[in-house]
């Protein structure tokens, strides 16, 4: 079975201090990405990062990094800085492979709250 | 800017009634998926397509059944609605498997 688990339901951190949300999935796949999506309180779904299996180097977007460890199957979301339009849901992702093709498989998500 | 848009925000339907969901985008995507958004769960693909008339299941696609006739739209059918089914629907689109989804802004459907 794949599957994607973010162990945190809640998070809080101080504005301008990083936060760092847990992924870990679950695959025997060689080849599958790894994204993250945030969904503020509108209800959008905004796609945030990508890390592909292969790729050695550790995603980075803007204030957004991902720290992609390979051997332990986690994907953590770093958040550098954090501003109060970052308090919403983060949710993991992962494109794998089923006997059937692809699957696309998100976890519970975390619930940020960034704190004046 | 890639634009999915969905065709109701809000949807009420009773028991055993046939309900479409309709999805729109406007990239040229080859992609499209359908999931369902429950607290608690996360989001559940449904199903997807990777092309016109073409189709994959996802995790949970038992209720539903969905159409590709243009590349642009895909939508989402519940033959029989039944109330386990009132949840956010959630449509997105993609360029390829490889590149992020796009999503709708949803469609929150109860079944009475």
């Known amino acids: 079975a794949q599957k994607i688990t973010q162990t945190q339901p809640g998070m809080f951190v101080q504005e301008k201090e990083a936060v760092t949300l847990d992924c870990t999935y679950d695959t025997s796949d060689q080849s599958y990405g790894l994204f993250w999506y945030k969904q503020p309180s509108s209800g959008e779904m905004i796609f945030l990062i990508y890390?592909?299996?292969?790729?050695?180097q550790n995603a980075t977007e803007g204030r957004y990094s991902l720290n992609f460890q390979k051997a332990r199957k986690s994907a953590n979301l770093v958040i550098s800085a954090s501003q109060l339009g970052d308090s919403a849901m983060y949710f993991c992702?992962?494109?794998?492979?089923?006997?059937?093709?692809?699957?696309?498989?998100f976890g519970t998500g975390t619930s940020l709250t960034v704190i004046p | 800017d890639v634009k999915v848009t969905q065709s109701s925000r809000y949807l009420v339907k009773r028991t055993g009634e046939k309900v479409f969901l309709e999805c729109v985008q406007d990239m040229d995507h080859e992609n499209m998926f359908w999931y369902r958004q429950d607290p608690g769960l996360g989001l559940r693909l449904i199903y997807f397509?990777?092309?016109?008339?073409?189709?994959e299941k996802g995790d949970i696609p038992e209720g539903y059944s969905v159409s590709r006739e243009k590349k642009e739209r895909f939508s989402l059918i519940l033959e029989s609605a039944s109330t386990n089914q009132t949840s956010m629907y959630l449509c997105?689109?993609?360029?390829?498997?490889?590149?992020?989804?796009?999503f709708g802004p949803g469609t929150r459907l109860t079944v009475l």
């Open positions: 992702a992962m494109r794998g492979r089923s006997n059937t093709g692809n699957q696309f498989y």
């Open positions: 890390q592909g299996s292969y790729d050695e």
């Open positions: 997105a689109s993609s360029l390829s498997t490889y590149n992020e989804q796009f």
């Open positions: 397509s990777y092309d016109v008339k073409m189709k």
